[in-house]
């Protein structure tokens, strides 16, 4: 009991956190809240600068794997599309004869407890190898052990021969795929605050509609680091765009970086695919249909217009925290507010698909919106990109 009353106690702390970082709270509390959050920003500024600052002067060492690493990451927390943009680098190099791999750290994936971790570290013991969710061939870990992200880039990329492999030490797991796969290119998702591990093309990957939120770095805001350090990409990715890049994003980003190709592309939702089933529907079955959605991304007022766009009729919407784990008692939630609202069906997206109970079959139709990348224009940035990553002309990442 406990438990329960400290998770919530929690997740509500996390709410109030996002609804500050975002504006949408006012009052004396919230500002006391608010200046105490920027202290923390400020300090975590000092350290983040700092740490590159080392690495750039090569007091602290990066390890080269002695293969292409091709970085791909974001200057924000969540939101950027990441996940659809790496498995279309995927795709595109597996197509042009390279052996991939994907290196992530498995966000929120089942890892050792702290306790079993230090005493590998005291007692010198071999720590277990790297977990493969994906070997080129078939799924091999569940998403609880893999994390969403990874499992959802296996189960739509191992039928294609890329390699997936999660670890928190990715030089390891870089190293790991090397000896046991063979590859000879890697992907690192989420790479670009990874310093250890040196790539020689960083793909930074900004949304057209919130690039960087309020300015501010963690826990004000939601930088990673300051937005000066475009200057660290090789190529920017303006996610979700409908069009041209603004123009004044454009103008921030030159700003910052006079060189860098600037690429827009769009998330394209491509169709409704059964979670758990066989079913792959158009997305015009969406049109006038009474539909509950439910989300765990950063983002979910994107998702929720993307239903709207589609002609769905939105009953019901239950939003969670980004990469949320549904309990018994949420997903119960969601399914007495569709049962309520009468709907004819309950869509989510792909990547709360993989984390969903098993045991979740509800008696309303279940589905997910599948995205796919789409450059916009005519696509010479990212034709362009390919290239230099598959023909070797690439120049080593800032």
């Given at each position: 009991m406990a438990k329960i009353w400290l998770r919530r106690r929690l997740n509500e702390l996390e709410l109030f956190t996002v609804d500050v970082i975002y504006g949408?709270?006012?009052?004396?509390?919230?500002?006391?809240?608010?200046?105490?959050?920027?202290?923390?920003?400020?300090?975590?500024?000092?350290?983040?600068q700092a740490r590159l600052w080392l690495y750039q002067r090569r007091i602290l060492h990066d390890q080269p794997l002695g293969c292409l690493v091709v970085v791909v990451g974001n200057l924000t927390v969540g939101g950027t599309g990441k996940t659809p943009v790496v498995e279309k680098f995927a795709r595109a190099l597996r197509d042009r004869g390279r052996k991939v791999a994907i290196l992530s750290r498995g966000y929120k994936s089942k890892s050792p407890p702290l306790w079993r971790r230090a005493w590998w570290a005291l007692t010198h013991a071999e720590p277990p190898p790297p977990r493969v969710v994906s070997d080129g061939e078939q799924v091999l870990l569940d998403s609880e052990q893999a994390g969403d992200e990874p499992y959802m880039l296996a189960r739509n990329l191992a039928a294609?021969?890329?390699v997936i492999v999660v670890d928190r030490d990715r030089v390891e797991g870089g190293r790991f795929a090397l000896r046991r796969f063979g590859v000879d290119t890697i992907l690192l998702d989420d790479g670009l605050q990874y310093l250890?591990?040196?790539?020689?093309?960083?793909?930074?990957?900004?949304?057209?509609?919130?690039?960087?939120?309020n300015g501010c770095l963690l826990p004000r805001g939601i930088l990673r680091e300051p937005i000066a350090n475009l200057s660290r990409a090789s190529y920017v990715f303006v996610t979700k765009s409908?069009?041209?890049?603004?123009?004044?994003?454009?103008?921030?980003?030159?700003?910052?970086?006079?060189?860098?190709?600037?690429?827009?592309?769009?998330?394209?939702?491509?169709?409704?695919?059964?979670v758990d089933g066989p079913a792959r529907l158009p997305l015009e079955h969406l049109r006038g249909r009474r539909v509950a959605a439910f989300s765990g991304i950063a983002t979910p007022e994107r998702f929720e217009e993307?239903?709207?766009?589609?002609?769905?009729?939105?009953?019901?919407?239950?939003r969670f925290l980004d990469h949320h784990a549904f309990n018994d008692e949420d997903l119960d939630e969601v399914l007495e507010q569709a049962l309520r609202a009468q709907a004819e069906m309950i869509v989510t997206t792909e990547k709360d698909a993989v984390r969903l109970l098993a045991r979740f079959r509800p008696p309303v139709p279940l589905y997910?919106?599948?995205?796919?990348?789409?450059?916009?224009?005519?696509?010479?940035?990212?034709n362009a990109a390919v290239e230099r990553i598959c023909f070797g002309a690439s120049v080593p990442a800032r």
């Open positions: 949408r709270r006012a009052g004396a509390g919230t500002a006391v809240y608010g200046a105490f959050l920027q202290a923390l920003s400020w300090l975590f500024s000092g350290i983040t294609l021969g890329v250890p591990l040196r790539g020689q093309i960083n793909l930074v990957l900004v949304d057209s509609h919130d690039p960087f939120g409908t069009g041209a890049p603004d123009p004044a994003l454009v103008a921030l980003i030159r700003r910052h970086n006079p060189t860098a190709e600037i690429v827009p592309c769009a998330h394209r939702a491509r169709e409704l695919v059964e993307t239903l709207a766009a589609e002609g769905a009729l939105l009953v019901a919407n239950r997910y919106v599948r995205l796919e990348v789409e450059v916009l224009g005519e696509g010479d940035g990212f």
